[in-house]
């Protein structure tokens, strides 16, 4: 089996097409997060949604209750979950308030933050409530 950089000689090509395996890679691992929450009965409200803030991986909804997920991908379920820095976590929390302000019922909409775990096999785990703004 041949990697997608081998026998490319510029540096800058190489960093290109790993950037760009990643990329398909993280929208691979989205996609299968997407499929166990609509199994559930989920609806997608929005994908890689950007804010001041930074961006949400997917954001559900179940009824009327907002979900917030961080996808994280690695070889195992808990390399995937230390992916996860709390910096992050209140990056996401101010995000998803920004998201939650536009929502009919503003601040007052339930929300909850799960972190989806997608290992090497794409097997999906997801840990709800993971975090919140109080964690």
Same mark, same amino acid.
């Given at each position: ?10 540096? @800058?090509?190489? +960093? +290109? ?5 990643? #990329? ?7 996609? #299968? ?15 890689? *949604?950007? #804010?001041? *803030?930074? $961006?949400?991986?997917?954001? %559900? ?13 690695? @070889? #195992? ?5 230390? @992916? %996860?820095? +709390? +910096? ?21 909409? $339930?929300?909850?933050?799960? %972190? ?8 999906? @785990?997801?840990?709800?409530?993971? *975090?919140?703004?109080?964690?």
């Amino acid at each position: 089996m041949t990697r997608p950089t081998e026998g490319v000689a510029d540096p @800058r090509e190489v +960093r +290109r097409l790993r950037g760009m395996a990643a #990329s398909l890679s993280g929208a691979a691992a989205e996609e #299968s997060v997407v499929r166990h929450f609509e199994g559930l009965g989920c609806r997608v409200a929005a994908r890689r *949604w950007r #804010s001041p *803030w930074g $961006e949400v991986d997917l954001i %559900l909804r179940d009824g009327t209750r907002l979900i917030f997920v961080e996808v994280k991908k690695a @070889r #195992s379920f808990d390399r995937a979950a230390h @992916r %996860l820095a +709390r +910096r992050q976590m209140d990056r996401l929390c101010a995000a998803a308030q920004d998201f939650a302000d536009r929502e009919p019922k503003g601040s007052l909409t $339930e929300l909850r933050f799960d %972190l989806a775990l997608v290992d090497g096999m794409g097997r999906v @785990r997801v840990i709800e409530n993971a *975090w919140g703004e109080d964690f």
